[in-house]
């Protein structure tokens, strides 16, 4: 709680939220509509319950000073397209306190919510609880508390912004509280008030980008930036299922799996030649899909929008891992760019051409400054949504592609070629069924041996999550922190829109995942699961991280959680391994019966060097123990943990 002086003014010396809750509500919404004050208030004594010398006197003039008869102010609005209840706190009166007509307020937002079907969002500038109330003011905590999770089980997305200052109960009940949670920089965002704070406490540790840093808040946006952010923010979390009048929620489609990326213009195996010779062809002669990876220099974010961190390898987080022994080694290729590295050759065999460079597209840049990655696709590109879905029988049938040599007259002008394969990471398309003939085959693009496939999946110039995304959503936004004190850049989260439609993400870029990444993706999924919006997993990592930090801040139960998540999700959840699949913590961002692979991929049940060293094998045999486990792709599939084998887009042209 933070004290307010007799008129609402901040005792402790501190700023204050310099627009009022309307100018907030006409920087970021139109046709704003007030609801009616709610139920009326029932009388109390002379200066509240507490009888509070000079209270009414404060009320009065906290009035006259601002217009309004209580500390917020509701009604509904617009936001770019979307509808929604709007709840925005006036500091200027008593200092944003919530007292027992401020939770009349919010209650009649919520109920409001609830019987509209509109998101709710929240703009709050806030001390805490008005002391001149005591415990009555107090107690609205457990009523806005109890709102919450009422609009949260009717399945309506709650957003909160919060500015300066966000202090007391209402940080913790209405923003702390929300599914998504912007903050302004600068602004003042903690529990404890400067007042009551340790006396040698740094300041910097109650801000809005200390918040953003620990995990509590997802994004950091300036104020002009704001009414755009929070309308893309509705516009995804409102693109789930229709409700019935009774507020049923039709059951989602899943997602569609991505096709493959890949990292030139021919694939290569690890033993440096074209994939594709066996059958007497090359694969891929169209140029390959822009990748939409790293750039030589990074687009402009918005302050606190996470950055994948570039492949290193350094650190034991590096996403380039070394080369494994008995395994040959990866190197780029000479004269390749930073998406056509490949394995270097096996002596004895071919040098393979470097890959041409021309006729590549050029990947969309995102707009500066607005914190939303889009993606370009060519018009008519990509099947309609819904098709091409992987899931179990009775649901959309979904391609294997088995390893077979490619039939005659296979490629882009093949008969039956699947619409929309020309956009990168379009999903396979719903016409190829298990029992279907496989366009662009992992005969050719699948690696020959164990350790082949762990060295394609290691190699630096793979593509990882980024180029996933970039390819797969039209634009998208993501979530930050697990909440719990914890972040993890080696997972990203978030929502994303593709062909008009919502899906939720959960990808891990290549790194050992952390408990905070885990605890971050079960979030994601739980939030999915309330709005109804199907999710695509991305699995990419050698393990889960194992140093004693990471067993002190939970790992098993943070994986158990993850693995719980997918396993009662009520929404469809895809899965598409597009790297390394270490162990338990790949499997537990795996959706049973909706997994599948890439060819750049192996899913072990340990490391084969780890194996090889469990079972007292010398270095040279790490091969052969990587063969013993099955580990490859094709592997996977045969032991039906897969569904099957996604080609490239250009392979199924």
């Known amino acids: 709680m933070t004290p307010t002086g007799p008129d609402g003014a901040r005792a ?7 627009a009022s809750a309307r100018e907030v509500l006409a920087q970021v919404a139109d046709h704003f509509r007030e609801f009616k004050t709610g139920p009326p208030a029932p009388p109390e004594p002379p200066d509240g319950p507490l009888g509070w010398p000079g209270y009414d006197a404060a009320r009065a003039r906290a009035r006259e000073r601002t217009g309004e008869q209580e500390s917020v102010v509701c009604g509904t609005g617009r936001i770019g397209a979307c509808e929604a209840v709007l709840l925005s706190f006036e500091f200027g009166f008593l200092g944003g306190s919530l007292g027992a007509r401020t ?6 937002a919520h109920e409001q919510a609830r019987r509209l079907r509109l998101p709710l969002v929240t703009l709050v500038a806030t001390g805490g609880s008005r002391m001149q109330e005591g415990m009555r003011a107090l107690s609205q905590l457990q009523r806005v508390a109890r709102q919450t999770a009422l609009t949260r089980a009717a399945g309506l997305p709650q957003l909160a912004v919060v500015r300066d200052p966000t202090t007391g109960g209402g940080w913790a009940t209405l923003a702390a509280g929300a599914d998504i949670v912007l903050g302004l920089p600068g602004a003042q965002v903690a529990f404890a008030g400067s007042r009551v704070r340790p006396p040698d406490a740094d300041p910097a540790a109650y801000t809005a980008e200390a918040q953003y840093a620990a995990g509590h808040l997802d994004q950091l946006v300036h104020s002009h930036e704001l009414a755009r952010t929070l309308a893309h923010w509705l516009t995804l979390l409102t693109g789930g299922p229709r409700h019935a009048p009774d507020g049923t929620p039709a059951p989602p489609e899943p997602a ?15 033993s440096g030649r074209h994939l594709g010779e066996e059958s007497g062809r090359h694969l891929g002669e169209e140029p390959a899909p822009h990748l939409g990876g790293e750039p030589a220099e990074a687009p402009p974010r918005r ?11 350094a650190g034991p987080h590096a996403v380039g891992t070394a080369p494994v022994p008995g395994a040959p080694t990866a190197a780029p290729l000479s004269g390749a760019g930073p998406h056509t590295v490949g394995p270097a050759p096996v002596p004895g065999t071919p040098a393979p051409a470097p890959p041409s460079r021309a006729g590549t597209p050029p990947g969309a840049a995102p707009p500066s400054g607005s914190g939303v990655r889009a993606t370009a696709s060519p018009p008519g590109a990509g099947a309609p949504a819904g098709e091409g879905v992987p899931g179990p029988a009775g649901e959309h049938p979904a391609p294997e592609v088995r390893a077979t040599a490619s039939p005659p007259g296979s490629g882009p002008s093949a008969p039956g070629a699947p619409a929309g394969a020309d956009r990168p990471g379009a999903e396979p398309h719903a016409g190829d069924g298990p029992d279907a003939p496989a366009e662009g085959t992992s005969a050719a693009v699948s690696p020959g041996s164990g350790m082949a496939a762990v060295a394609r999946a290691r190699a630096a110039g793979r593509p990882r999550a980024a180029a996933y995304l970039d390819a797969y959503f039209d634009s998208r936004e993501e979530i930050n922190g697990d909440r719990c004190g914890g972040t993890d850049p080696g997972m990203r989260c978030g929502f994303g829109l593709r062909d008009g439609r919502t899906v939720a993400f959960a990808a891990q870029c290549g790194t050992p995942t952390r408990p905070a990444g885990y605890r971050t993706a079960t979030r994601l999924l739980r939030l999915a699961a309330r709005l109804g919006i199907p999710v ?18 939970g790992a098993g139960p943070a994986i158990a959680e993850t693995f719980a998540a997918v396993a009662e999700s009520p929404v469809p959840v895809t899965s598409l391994l597009i790297g390394e699949g270490g162990s338990g913590g790949a499997l537990a961002l795996a959706a049973p019966g909706r997994l599948w692979v890439t060819p750049d991929s192996y899913f072990s049940v340990i490391a084969p060097e780890s194996a090889a060293a469990i079972l007292k094998r010398d270095s040279g045999r790490v091969a052969e123990t990587a063969d013993a ?8 599939v045969a032991l039906g943990v897969a569904r099957g084998i996604v080609p490239p887009a250009h392979h199924c042209q």
Do not use: F, K, M, Y
């Not at 939770?103 to 009649?108: N, P, W």
């Open 629 to 636: 486990l099955r580990l490859r792709p094709q592997d996977v």
């Open 103 to 108: 939770g009349d307020l919010v209650e009649t």
């Open 12 to 18: 402790d010396g501190g700023g204050r939220s310099t």
């Open 256 to 270: 569609p799996a991505p096709h493959a990326l890949t990292r030139g213009r021919h694939l290569e195996d690890v």
């Open 536 to 553: 695509l997993t991305l699995i990419d990592t050698p393990g889960a991280a194992n140093g004693p930090d990471a067993e002190a801040a």
């Open 303 to 313: 302050p606190g929008e996470r950055a994948e961190a570039p492949p290193s390898s």
